[in-house]
C-alpha cells in the first residue's frame, strides 16, 4: 500500500521538484496551492517527468474549511511538506503584513488539522534566513548557531513558524516535525519540463540573470558592491533544487519509518560553499556562454551580507548530501529559461 504525502505549495518551484522525487520514492502525493506564484500547468509537467499525475486542489492553506475537505477526500494521507508561503525578502520588506497573515496561518490551519485526521508527520520549509546575520565566527553557520533578530519580515516568519512547531509538539501534540532550513535554491528541472517560474518581475537572482540574458529584461540590477567580502557582492549557498528536493524525501522518509530521534529535529540544506553574487555571474556566463547585461545598484533592504550552511548534520544524520556542482545548476535553468522561449510562454 502506497503512502501518501500532502504537499502544499507543489505547483510552485521547490514544491513541484519535490512532488516529482517523492514519486520517484513510491509515494503518492496530493498537492495543495492558491496559485498565487505558480500556474495549474505545472501539475501536467509533473506527470510528464514522472508518468503519475498527483492528486491536485486549488486551495489557499489559511482556508481552513477547504484545507480540511482534502483531508476529508485523502484520509490515507500520513505526511505533510509544506512549502506554501510567500518567500520574496524584499517583498516582505514591503507588505509585511501579507507574510505574517499568509506564513503564520497556513502552518497553524495544517497543525490544527495534523491529530484530527491522524497525521503523523510534517516537514516544513525553513530557511537559512533565520540565522540573520551570522556573526564570523560562526561562518558557514550550523544548527546550533544563536537565531539571530530576523532582518526582513519573511526571515521573521520563518523564525516565528520554528517556534510554533516547537511549542506545539511541546504541548504533546502526537505529531512529529523536521525543519529543513534550506540555504538558497536555484535551478531546474533536467527535462526541461518544470522549473521556477515565479509570476511577474522576479524577485530572485536566477530567474532575473536568465530573464535578462534571453532578453525578457533589459538589465540585472546587483544590489551592492560594497559588502565586507572578497569581490563586494553578498555571499550566498546556492543549492541546486534537485538536490534539495531529494532532502525532503529523506526527511519525510526519517519520519515515516519513525527513525527520528527527536519530535523536531533541525537540518541546514545547502552545498556548503558560500558564493559570491559576481562569482555566480560568472559562472553563469562561462557556463553557457552567454553575457549577462548588468549594473551595480544599491543594497536591498533586507538583505544579509553572508550566509553559507554547514551541512555536517544533514549528511551524517539525515543521510542526505548535495551531489550537483554550480555549473548543473545554473545550466539547467538557462536550459529551462530556453525552453520557456521555445514554448512561447516568456
Ligand atoms: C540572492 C542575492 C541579492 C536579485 C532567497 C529566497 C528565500 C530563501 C533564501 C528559501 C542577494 C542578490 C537578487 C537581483 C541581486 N530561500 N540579487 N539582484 O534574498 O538570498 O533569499 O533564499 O527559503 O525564500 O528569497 O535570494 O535570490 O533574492 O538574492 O543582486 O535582481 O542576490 O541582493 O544578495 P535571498 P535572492
Known amino acids: 500500500m502506497k503512502k501518501t504525502i500532502l504537499v502544499t505549495g507543489g505547483t510552485g518551484f521547490i ?3 519535490t512532488t516529482v522525487e517523492l514519486q520517484a520514492a513510491g509515494y503518492d502525493v496530493v498537492i495543495v496551492d492558491n ?7 505545472v501539475v501536467d509537467g509533473i506527470e510528464q517527468i514522472s508518468g503519475i499525475r498527483p492528486a491536485f486542489y486549488k486551495v489557499d492553506c489559511c482556508d481552513l474549511p477547504a484545507l480540511e475537505d482534502v483531508f476529508k477526500k485523502h484520509p490515507d494521507i500520513c505526511g505533510i511538506i509544506h512549502f506554501a508561503a510567500s518567500k520574496a525578502v524584499g ?8 507574510y ?3 506564513n503564520l496561518v497556513s502552518l497553524i490551519n495544517l ?4 491529530p484530527v485526521y491522524g497525521v503523523k508527520g510534517i516537514i516544513f520549509s525553513s530557511s537559512c534566513t533565520v540565522y540573520g546575520q551570522p556573526d564570523p565566527e560562526h561562518l558557514p553557520v550550523t544548527e546550533e548557531a544563536p537565531i539571530k533578530k530576523a532582518e526582513s519580515p519573511y526571515g521573521n516568519t ?17 505529531i512529529s516535525a523536521i525543519l529543513l532550513r534550506y540555504f538558497n535554491p536555484i535551478g531546474s528541472h533536467p527535462s526541461g519540463i518544470i522549473g521556477e517560474l515565479p509570476n511577474g518581475v522576479p524577485a530572485n537572482l536566477i530567474p532575473y540573470i536568465t530573464q535578462t540574458a534571453i532578453g525578457i529584461r533589459e538589465q540585472l540590477s546587483v544590489f551592492g558592491d560594497d559588502y565586507d567580502t572578497p569581490d563586494g557582492s553578498c555571499i550566498r549557498d546556492f543549492i541546486y533544487v534537485l538536490d534539495l528536493a531529494k532532502a525532503h524525501v ?6 515515516v519509518e519513525g527513525k527520528n530521534t527527536e519530535p523536531v ?4 540544506v545547502g552545498t556548503g560553499n558560500g558564493v559570491s553574487v559576481f562569482e555566480l555571474l560568472n559562472t553563469f556566463e562561462k557556463c553557457t556562454g552567454v553575457k549577462v547585461n548588468y549594473k551595480v545598484a544599491p543594497r536591498r533592504a533586507g538583505d544579509i551580507e553572508k550566509v553559507w550552511g554547514n551541512v555536517d548534520k544533514a549528511n551524517n544524520v539525515l543521510g542526505w548530501k548535495a551531489v550537483h556542482t554550480l555549473e548543473e545548476a545554473l545550466s539547467s535553468a538557462w536550459n529551462w529559461q530556453k525552453k520557456l522561449r521555445e514554448r512561447g510562454i516568456m
Open 265 to 268: 529535529e533541525i537540518y541546514n
Open 100 to 102: 505574517y497573515e499568509n
Open 35 to 41: 496559485l498565487s506564484n505558480s500556474n495549474a500547468d
Open 250 to 255: 529523506a526527511a519525510m522518509a526519517r519520519i
Open 158 to 174: 520563518k523564525q516565528i513558524n520554528e517556534e510554533i512547531v516547537q511549542d506545539y509538539v511541546k504541548s504533546g501534540a502526537p
Open 91 to 98: 517583498e516582505s520588506v514591503e507588505q509585511p503584513l501579507k
Open 111 to 114: 497543525l490544527k488539522i495534523m
Open 15 to 17: 514544491g513541484s521538484h
